[in-house]
């Protein structure tokens, strides 16, 4: 099945270690996406949050520059590789072998500025991660939660700016008052791009029952996050399971509209077991399956709800 996964770290693997793209021996390349059946990624720029008050843009510059080269080999491999752009685009990948939507997790990246934002749409980032998990000049990361900090005054034209360029709002790591004030400025449905339910696992990056109706109210989507530390209580216990749990939590809570995967491939050490890496997402498939959800709500898990929101937002 066509799978949509709304967030990897893999550019920085890529970027570190000097790998390619279109095979490599970490958790996500693109030839193990193909073989699966095709697939739109969302590629994150992840700018660690030393940078996130200086030096961020320079970061980012750096891994979307890999992100280009990567994308320039593809087209010399002769392989089909969509980026995706614009409405049209996304409406269109599924005739392609596979598609990429390029990311920023960290909004610091743009160092207060809206200038740097806009530059970063015209070079084709269409999502933004608002936060880290620590405070930027955008608003507070759950690890800051405890100052009750939101949306800062120049978060709020972030957000704006983001609705009226076509960029996803994205809210995964952020406090909760900056979550609230996002859902209450936001035109737009957002995003969380990697993020699990608490009522599963009870650990403060994952949202809240009210945090999830609030995004399905929105039209939004949440992609389930692969990361054991958020799947499970006792992460060495984490498996395919684990994440049919949250699918299954969600899908009670609020139906099927607003789920998604965020597998947060290349930035999780401890992958549940049966979902090791990218060419696992059969298996996923297959086991949601066997439990007895519909085959019209994985269809929806797997990649309509996303491009569904990409033909609101973009």
């Known amino acids: 099945m ?6 990897c770290d893999t550019l920085t693997k890529l970027h570190e270690q000097g790998t390619s793209l279109y095979e490599n021996d970490h958790h996500l390349d693109l030839r193990r996406l193909i073989a699966n059946g095709g697939g739109l990624q969302f590629c994150a720029i992840y700018v660690p949050s030393e940078y996130r008050y ?14 280009n080269r990567e994308l320039a080999d593809l087209s010399r491999r002769g392989i089909d590789c969509l980026p995706v752009l614009t409405r049209q685009d996304a409406r269109d990948a599924r005739r392609h072998q596979v598609a990429t939507l390029l990311a920023v997790e960290e909004g610091g990246a743009v160092e207060g500025s809206l200038e740097a ?24 990361g759950v690890n800051d939660a405890i100052t009750g900090g939101g949306l800062t005054a120049f978060g709020r034209q972030v957000v704006r700016e983001m609705n009226r360029l076509g960029m996803i709002v994205d809210v995964s790591h952020i406090a909760p008052q900056g979550f609230w004030d996002v859902i209450e400025l936001s035109e737009k449905p957002i995003m969380a791009t990697h993020s699990d339910a608490t009522a599963v696992c009870d650990v403060p990056r994952n949202l ?5 109706r609030a995004i399905a109210a929105n039209r939004g989507v949440i992609g389930i996050n692969f990361a054991s530390q958020f799947l499970a209580a006792d992460p060495a216990e984490a498996d395919i399971d684990s994440i049919y749990r949250h699918i299954d939590h969600m899908l ?16 999780i050490k ?12 059969p298996a996923i498939i297959e086991y949601l399956l066997k439990k007895n959800i519909p085959p019209a709500s994985v269809e929806k898990i797997a990649h309509l709800n996303v491009f569904r929101l990409l033909d609101e937002v973009l």
Request: proline letters at 3%; one cysteine or more.
């Open 270 to 281: 401890r992958p549940p077991r049966g979902a090791e890496g990218v060419e696992k997402f």
């Open 2 to 7: 066509y799978i949509c996964d709304c967030h």
């Open 208 to 212: 809240t029952d009210d945090q999830i």
């Open 117 to 140: 934002l806009r530059i970063f749409y015209q070079l084709g980032v269409r999502c933004m991660t608002l936060t880290w998990s620590n405070r930027n000049d955008i608003a507070d």
């Open 252 to 267: 009670a809570l609020v139906g099927d509209d607003c789920v998604a995967f965020g597998s947060d491939y290349d930035g």
């Open 54 to 67: 200086q030096g961020g843009l320079r970061y980012a510059l750096l891994l979307l520059d890999k992100y």
